[in-house]
């Protein structure tokens, strides 16, 4: 099983970027931005961490879990599966979306096939898709 959390790296920060930050021990969770010289300093000392996305991520977006199926979430005419890498023998956890086609009664759109690392990134996605 992986951790919870992961060392973000500078290139994922952004508005709205959602992280925690350690002080004295006690995590704290923040979504802005410190300044660039206090956020190289506070990424090299470790002293920041982003928790993996999770189903209650992307519950927390709407999506619905698809009772019967493993990794299965709906929202709309979107369909979400989430990968586990250990479970499916991929390199990394993999997301794909797919939109269902709402003119004829068969047929889906791939619209997305990657790695989504956490919450923030799949509110970005979402939202250049439109479906946020």
């Known amino acids: 099983m992986k951790d919870e959390y992961y060392p973000p790296e500078i290139e994922e920060f952004h508005i709205g970027f959602e992280y925690e930050m350690r002080v ?11 300044k ?24 927390s977006l709407g999506f619905v879990f698809k009772v019967g199926t493993e990794s299965s ?30 003119i004829r009664a068969v047929g889906k759109t ?3 096939s990657g790695t989504i690392k956490n919450k923030s990134e799949l509110k970005r996605l979402l939202k250049m898709l439109g479906i946020l």
């Open 73 to 102: 979430y709906i929202k709309d005419n979107i369909t979400m599966h989430v990968y586990d890498a250990k479970r499916w023998n991929t390199e990394n956890d993999t997301i794909t979306m797919f939109k269902k086609d709402l």
């Open 24 to 34: 004295e021990n006690e995590w704290f969770y923040r979504n802005v931005i410190p």
């Open 36 to 59: 660039w010289d206090g956020l190289k300093s506070m990424i090299k000392e470790n002293s920041l961490r982003v928790k993996y996305l999770d189903r209650k991520d992307i519950e």
């Open 110 to 112: 791939i619209v997305f």
